[in-house]
């Protein structure tokens, strides 16, 4: 089985905190993804990387960026926590390929305060 | 503009009830992949099944199924037979092939309830 995993369930921080999100794929998936779910809005594209050290951003990067090491670890920060940023985050992986589905942790809530 | 849009936030279906739920797009790419998934109050997200701009059948996965109408670009999601445990958020995504550099666009959901 597929498994996605991030670090926290639930994270809560203060503002100007530097926060750390963690996300790490065990099936060898070229591609990785972070978004943000907030209700009403549906899932928003933050960056996604298609190799180890590449990156593009999505729909809405301002005020995080990525870090991709390591084929199974993607990484979302936050420079500076801002109260606008309390949202639920999700990871997804999936490998190239036109039909390939995408692989979602369990996603983190995260507040900040 | 909305690349993916649901227009139904919420829905109820009686238990063994089918259900559709409303999933239109808009891309000019001529190859283009539509992809369902549920998400339970778990929180996470359940790839259900995916369709192909050429692919020459509706795509079916059990009790789902995917009503594609191409010239009308929508890719409903059904589900026969429903079930409590189908409860959950439903959200619509499309991966345009040629233009978009594998990102998915995701539409913001449908929440159905199934009632016993």
């Known amino acids: 089985d597929v498994k996605v995993t991030q670090s926290s369930r639930y994270l809560v921080k203060r503002t100007g905190e530097k926060v750390f999100l963690e996300c790490v794929q065990d099936m060898d998936h070229e591609n990785m993804f972070w978004y943000r779910q907030d209700p009403g809005l549906g899932l928003r594209l933050i960056y996604f990387?298609?190799?180890?050290?590449?990156?593009e951003k999505g729909d809405i990067p301002e005020g995080y960026s990525v870090s991709r090491e390591k084929k199974e670890r993607f990484s979302l920060i936050l420079e500076s926590a801002s109260t606008n940023q309390t949202s639920m985050y999700l990871c997804?992986?999936?490998?190239?390929?036109?039909?390939?589905?995408?692989?979602f942790g369990p996603g983190t809530r995260l507040t900040v305060t | 503009a909305q690349k993916i849009t649901q227009t139904q936030p919420g829905m109820f279906v009686q238990e063994k009830e089918a259900v559709t739920l409303d999933c239109t797009y808009d891309t000019s790419d001529p190859s283009y992949g539509l992809f369902w998934y549920k998400q339970p109050s778990s929180g996470e997200m359940i790839f259900l099944i995916y369709?192909?701009?050429?692919?020459?059948q509706n795509a079916t996965e059990g009790r789902y199924s995917l009503n594609f109408q191409k010239a009308r670009k929508s890719a409903n999601l059904v589900i026969s037979a429903s079930q409590l445990g189908d409860s959950a958020m439903y959200f619509c995504a499309m991966r345009e092939h040629n233009t978009n550099a594998g990102k998915s666009t995701f539409g913001d959901g449908t929440t159905l309830t199934v009632k016993p």
């Open positions: 369709q192909g701009s050429y692919d020459q």
């Open positions: 990387s298609y190799d180890v050290k590449m990156k």
């Open positions: 997804a992986s999936n490998s190239q390929g036109t039909r390939n589905e995408q692989y």
